[in-house]
């Protein structure tokens, strides 16, 4: 019983992982039509970004943080403008592609301009080597790190997309934009908002994913998206809450299958490798699109001809 | 055309038939040539099949080394091409290719080195294989469209790379190498006439596929899916056959890319791989064969030309390994081509020749 609440807690703490970026996709998906697949580069940039911070000039983590949160901030707007604003009027599908250009050009820019991040590096942070024990559970700092700042992000979220005018702009965007515009709603400035808002909570996914496996390179956030896009589709891609269900289920679900499977093998086979989970875990994902193609908790949407 | 006849071929029933055809073929084929394409489309077959004469002459020592180079580029057209006809052509929205290419690769190293089969049986099944994975793939996105899909497909790339390595690593090797091909395919010279036969079957009967019933089908289904479920399209049964022609053309890259380079490895069915696929038909052009070609061409020779720069690259006090910006050079292309050329390369012809006709209009003073 215990093993299986320890890989459940686990598993609650990647699906948070999961969800977090899967709230990004969904933010920026909902508002701007653009299916972001370079946002785990966006992740790893700014964790890059906070790793320099913390090993060229020794700064102190809590220092570093917002330092890298300002730089999010900066890289969501600079691409707002530069990458998403050209290509803005075209279909959906050009802008997927688009992204997966965006995030080869980021990766190979961040390796040339940190070249020590080719390999993969130590990444230190303040949690390493503490955890507690409650009743038999093992919790490690960084795990319930992780469950509070999704927590707090979600709350925090919630609040300013429906209490501030600002929130309330964004949403009346991702609606319906003509409408919003003839209402009054700045789009253009909602926009590099949104683009800064989610690229804040790559930031923070990076940076927690980067303190979890105390290990960081260029692409160390790679393995993560495929799966939180997975999320992002199970909750339907236009809820948050959905996402962050979404994140939890995939994560749970990565964690019991890893229990079942350990050490176990199919003649040769060795099913416990990850390659077998995520081919599971995307069968299941495949098999739940089937029946319902909306995600879990979309909603079916009427097409007009 | 009957007064055209010539007395003697009147005499029985099916003579003036038969002379009508062959004059028929016979105009076709010289219209051809004597237009603009055709003398273009002469022009190019000499010098494809010529080129291995002119690489001997021109390269000296070197010659098979850069011919093998450009062999490559064959494979590639094969495999854009297949892209296109699902992408541009179908409107499906398909991130999963390369787990086509990476699948063929490997039946083919499988079958030839593992099971001893004859190298053109094991190029077969592998195709085969290709095509029920299409059917796979095709299957759900009957029900699942655009965004979904492109999720969708991307993931079955990152499970196929995750498979192939699982498969690597359980059989205790690095790559698969192909140890058993025909003496006759690890010669430069053959090797480069035979994907140069394959590949311009392929690409002939393609143009023919999609000039026919099924094409016409595919193009209906890309401008309305609405209006062409109204006329009668079949929407399943065309959108399926188009990710199973598509997986199985790849497939057949993907086997050959394999014989090519005497190795499969998973890097084959990368994410990566499929952002080359994506970045040769945008960049050549969306629905249309010459675009497959041209950026085929383009993507294959843009390493070859980075491989020209002096390495490591000196810009100021930095220096850059030139093979570290390769795929960020994919990508900036990429992107520079969504947004300044979303027609690709294969309509530049049609605006210059626009610019021209206007240019010269002007000077002649005439409409």
Known sequence: MTAVLQVALAGGVTGSLYGLLAVGIVLIYRTTGVLNFAYGAIAAVCACFMYVLLTGPRLNFWLALPLALIFAVALGIALERLFARPVLNAPVFTKAIATLALALVLQTVAQQIWPQLAQPEHFPSPFEGHATRIGGLYIS??????????????????LFLNRTRLGIAMRATAD???????????????????????????ALTGILFASQQAVIDVQFMDPLLILAFVAAVLGGLESLPGAL???????????????V??????????????GIRAALIFGGFVLVLLLRPQGLFGQAVLRKV | MAAQQTPGSSASAPAPTMARLSRLAWVRGARVLTQGGGATFAVVALVLALLPTLFDGFFGFSAGFQLHRITLIGIFVIAAFAQNILTGYAAQASLGNAAFFGVGGYMLAWLTNDLGKPYWAGILVAVGVAAVVGILVGGPALRISGAYLAIATLGLVFVTVSLLDLWDTTAGRQ??????????????HTLYYTILVITVVLLWLGRNLLRSRVGRAWIAIRDSEAAAEAVGVNLARFKLLAFVVSAMLTGLAGALYATWATTASSSMASADQTIAFLTMIIVGGLGSITGSILGAIFVGFLPLLLGQLPSPLTIGSAQIQVSTLTTGIYGMLLLLALVFFPSGLSSLGGRGRALWTRLRSRAGGQP
């Open chain 1, 141 to 158: 700092a960084i795990g319930v790190t992780v469950l509070g700042v999704t927590a707090v992000v979600m709350v925090a979220l919630a």
């Open chain 1, 176 to 202: 319906n934009q003509p409408v919003a515009r003839l209402m009054g709603v700045p789009v253009g400035l909602v926009f590099p908002l949104v683009w800064a808002l989610s690229a804040v909570v790559a």
């Open chain 1, 261 to 274: 499977l350990a050490g176990r093998h199919v003649g040769a086979l060795d099913v416990s490798d990850p």
């Open chain 1, 245 to 259: 269900l979404g994140g939890l289920i995939v994560g749970l679900t990565d964690s019991l299958l890893a229990l």
């Open chain 2, 175 to 188: 790559n698969y190498d192909l140890s058993n091909l025909p003496a006759l395919l690890t010669d430069d």
